[in-house]
């Protein structure tokens, strides 16, 4: 890619984060110094440099973009919380990643989890200082310092307390609370926040899309039960067929049925959800499926995906510790369809969070008593 082209996306991305009502303005007139960069004996670089050090000093209150401090708390909160979940997916990532050269890629992991981490806790304290844009900036500013100290260890203690028993009751009824968000979740009425980009879903449209996540689902299920049961045990005891590791697991007194019932009622809660998304692909969204677009079930599937990849440790708990405590072998993944598993995970999981999360990429509707355009930084 050529200076210029890389210079151009800088001042694109820099532009992107301005307030709508001049956002257009100013990547038009980066874009123009840019092409005239030469005639003006300007290099690209500066051009670069200076467009992004204008963006941070673009005020960024309410005002500015044209919208209540309220609805600026709410997108910068949402924002927050997509990147706090990001995090917190690479973190469990990281923490479940198999042994060397899993080690390299879980520190990286852990180090892009700590990175978004901090970024949400800024966009969280921005989010909180919109919030309080009635207050006097002392008391505003002590408050956003002051929060995170007393959030800290308010979080800690509820992921001591409630944290294991979160997960297990997650991992068991996740399948019903995606159905259910799926289902339920209201609707905006605004048909352009329905909108995704690039706009695959909408593209393959609602049946396809819902044939297209109930296959998705079925087959992620069916591969993590399969992996439980068949290939992590034989890539953790090479050079036994199957009938013989269960053979010898039953000697030491480790049943290899005993963690069937578990998985059982885990892929049965993941039941609704697939006879749902089949029903939208033969019927349509009509009636009481109205609600159901494209967008909507693409990202219930990507969710669900997600899920059932990181669920695949806690299902397949029971398996990995009988055939550690017959055969001597560590309770971690040691198959490559494990570690494949974990990987479609992850990018399930960091896109679903990514597109569901954070607002609509539409201006929100303008304040009565804001001119966002009379309020925009010169």
Not at 2 to 27: F, H, K, M, N
Not at 82 to 110: K, M
Not at 299 to 328: E, H, K, N, Y
Not at 337 to 352: D, E, K, M, P, R
């Amino acid at each position: 890619m050529s200076g210029r082209a890389w210079a151009e996306r800088v001042v694109d991305l820099a532009a992107s984060t301005l307030p709508a009502a001049i956002r257009a303005e100013r990547r038009e007139a980066w874009r123009a110094d840019l092409r005239d960069a030469e005639s003006l004996g300007l290099g690209r670089s500066g051009i670069a440099v200076g467009a992004v050090r204008a963006a941070l000093a673009t005020p960024r209150d309410a005002r500015a973009w044209g919208i209540a401090p309220g609805r600026l708390a709410v997108r910068r909160g949402r924002w927050a919380i997509a990147l706090f979940v990001v995090a917190v997916i690479l973190v469990v990532a990281g923490w479940l990643a198999p042994p060397l050269p899993g080690a390299i890629v879980g520190t990286g992991l852990l180090l892009g989890a700590a990175f978004l981490g901090a970024v949400g806790l800024v966009l969280a304290g921005a989010a909180l200082h919109a919030l309080l844009a009635g207050q006097p900036a002392g008391a505003r500013w002590t408050i956003v310092l002051l929060a995170p100290i007393a959030a800290i260890p308010v979080l800690a203690v509820v992921l001591l307390l409630g944290g294991m028993p979160a997960v297990v009751a997650g991992t068991l009824l996740g399948g019903l609370g995606i159905a259910a968000a799926t289902w339920w979740w209201p609707r905006d009425p605004d048909p352009r926040r329905r909108r995704s980009r690039p706009g695959i879903p909408e593209r393959f449209g609602a049946r396809a899309s819902a044939f297209a996540g109930a296959v998705a689902i079925s087959g992620a299920l069916a591969v993590v039960v399969l992996n439980i049961f068949v290939w992590e045990p034989m890539a953790k005891v090479p050079g036994l067929r199957l009938d013989e590791l269960y053979a010898r697991m039953s000697a030491a007194g480790e049943s290899p049925t005993s963690s069937v019932p578990f998985v059982v009622v885990w892929v049965v809660s993941w039941l609704p959800l697939v006879v749902g998304l089949l029903l939208v692909a033969v019927v349509g969204p009509r009636g009481r499926l109205a609600r159901l677009d494209a967008r909507r079930l693409a990202r219930a599937a990507l969710v669900a995906v997600a899920a059932i990849g990181f669920g695949q440790w806690f299902a397949g708990f029971g398996m990995g510790m009988s055939v550690a405590d017959a055969f001597g072998t560590t309770g971690g993944g040691a198959g490559w369809v494990t570690a494949a598993i974990s990987a479609t995970s992850l990018l399930c999981g960091i896109a679903a969070a990514l597109r569901v999360l954070p607002p609509p990429d539409l201006p929100d509707p303008p304040s009565a008593s804001i001119d966002p355009v009379a309020a925009a930084p010169a």
